[in-house]
């Protein structure tokens, strides 16, 4: 299987910080890598798709970036909103896989 | 707007089976896509389990074995999961997802229902 790697575990910032968030596969997916939203008691929210392309109705602030093995998830200034759990998922392999994810919490 | 609702018993006991359902609206689920479960153990960890496509074709994933089957009623735009032989490390939330097929990310989720294992 993938295995995705997210770092850092927990990231602790003030609102309107701008952050980024890594996600390292072992092996390359290609672009095959989408980032959710995750907060607390709610179900996840798909960010982004195929590393990089905006969803509709996901604020401007969040963008993606990267292929192969290394991406990056990007919030410019972050707002109190956005705390929470952040995950990434692989779909170049069949068995799909997630991240271990990053908590993004409130310095 | 499409909704995903699951549905199910909340506690099983060991060595028994869980079954749960998820109804879908405002979608029909032999339209498109693949229609997934994936459940969140305690500490966060996503698990995908497995899908039922628009065509009816299923795909698991390994590490449940022989344990899940995924069916689906067309009538009532519901599909199932079944695990077999569950233990306590099945105790986890349960989500029902969309999936796109050109690339399977999850699109549309379910609230997640809870399930614990115990005697």
């Known amino acids: 299987d993938i295995v995705l790697t997210q770092s850092p575990a927990t990231l602790s910032v003030t609102p309107g910080d701008s952050v980024s968030l890594s996600c390292r596969a072992s092996?390359?997916?290609?672009?095959?890598l989408h980032w959710y939203q995750q907060k607390s008691h709610e179900s996840p929210r798909l960010l982004i798709k195929?590393?990089?392309q905006s969803i509709s109705g996901i604020p401007s602030r969040f963008s993606g970036s990267g292929s192969g093995t290394d991406f990056t998830l990007s919030i410019n200034s972050v707002e109190t909103e956005d705390f929470g759990m952040y995950f990434c998922?692989?779909?170049?392999?069949?068995?799909?896989?997630f991240g271990s994810g990053t908590k993004l919490e409130i310095k | 707007d499409v909704q995903l609702q699951e549905s199910g018993p909340g506690l099983v006991k060991p060595s028994q089976s869980l079954s749960l359902t998820c109804t879908v609206t405002g979608y029909s689920i032999t339209s498109d896509y693949a229609w997934n479960w994936i459940r969140q153990f305690p500490g966060n960890k996503l698990e995908w389990m497995g899908y039922?496509?628009?065509?009816?074709?299923?795909s698991y994933n390994p590490s449940l074995k022989s344990r899940i089957s995924i069916t689906r009623d067309t009538s009532k735009n519901q599909f199932f999961l079944q695990l077999n032989s569950v233990t306590t490390e099945d105790t986890a939330t349960y989500y029902c997802?969309?999936?796109?097929?050109?690339?399977?990310?999850?699109?549309?989720w379910g609230q997640g229902t809870t399930l614990t294992v115990s005697s």
């Open positions: 092996q390359s997916i290609s672009n095959n």
């Open positions: 195929y590393a990089s």
């Open positions: 998922q692989q779909s170049n392999s069949w068995i799909f896989t």
């Open positions: 997802a969309r999936g796109a097929t050109d690339a399977y990310y999850f699109d549309y």
């Open positions: 039922i496509s628009y065509s009816g074709s299923t």
